[in-house]
């Protein structure tokens, strides 16, 4: 089963400034696909970026870009110019690029990011 | 486009009891999954319909069911309801066309509270 692991419980960043969030993954298999969700105190899960393993190019959305390191199965989420709206907890998650068994994402714990002004 | 409903958004119930939580995916999409998040366990992956069909369960007891109907809207069941199964009860859709549509939209959930 693959699972992810984010190891950063809290973090904390000021307004404008920027912030890493790290999520690292076990999986036995070469393609797949990888995501940061954020939930915001609604609890409504919003999708932030995606990102294929079988492209070599990062992904990047306005203020939010990620690191994709496939040999070392790590994930790790940049957000740059922090506003206070970016406060939520964030959410690493794997799935399948192919499966007839489904298409189920498996979640890390989350990182929950608190932006001071 | 309507996003994802889900409906119940609030629910309170005895141990015992039996309850159905129901969700309605975006327009067009087939697939509906659906997660319990609990602070302890974090989200779990409960089930998966595509085209009414059962595609794949996660690791919960047979109390937990569910079923898709036609228009692709879904329900979960929960029979002899347990005080560990207070949680927000996650639905999420996604369009699904081979290896495409890949992306999961949820829903705000349905905040259970079993006492």
């Known amino acids: 089963a693959q699972t992810v692991t984010q190891s950063q419980p809290e973090m904390s960043v000021q307004e404008a400034e920027t912030v890493t969030l790290s999520c690292t993954y076990d999986t036995s298999e070469s393609d797949y696909y990888l995501f940061w969700y954020k939930q915001p105190p609604s609890r409504q899960m919003i999708l932030v970026i995606r990102q294929e393993a079988y492209k070599q190019q990062n992904a990047t959305e306005n203020r939010f870009s990620v690191n994709f390191q496939k040999a070392a199965k790590s994930f790790s989420l940049k957000i740059s110019d922090s506003q206070l709206g970016d406060a939520a907890m964030y959410f690493c998650a794997y799935r399948r690029l192919n499966s007839n068994s489904g298409y189920a994402l498996n979640f890390g714990k989350g990182t929950s990011l608190l932006v001071t002004p | 486009k309507a996003g994802v409903t889900q409906t119940p958004r609030y629910l309170i119930k005895t141990r015992g009891q039996q309850v159905t939580l129901s969700c309605s995916p975006i327009?067009?999409?087939?697939?509906v999954s659906w997660y319990q998040q609990t602070p302890g366990q974090g989200l779990q992956f409960l089930f998966e319909y595509f085209s009414e069909t059962q595609r794949n369960k996660g690791n919960f007891p047979g109390r937990f069911s569910g079923r898709q109907f036609s228009n692709s809207r879904s329900e979960m069941n929960v029979s002899t309801l347990e005080l560990g199964d207070s949680a927000l009860y996650l639905c999420?859709?996604?369009?699904?066309?081979?290896?495409?549509?890949?992306?999961?939209?949820f829903g705000p959930g349905t905040r259970l509270t079993v006492t």
């Open positions: 999420a859709s996604s369009y699904l066309s081979g290896t495409g549509g890949y992306e999961q939209y």
């Open positions: 327009s067009g999409h087939r697939s």
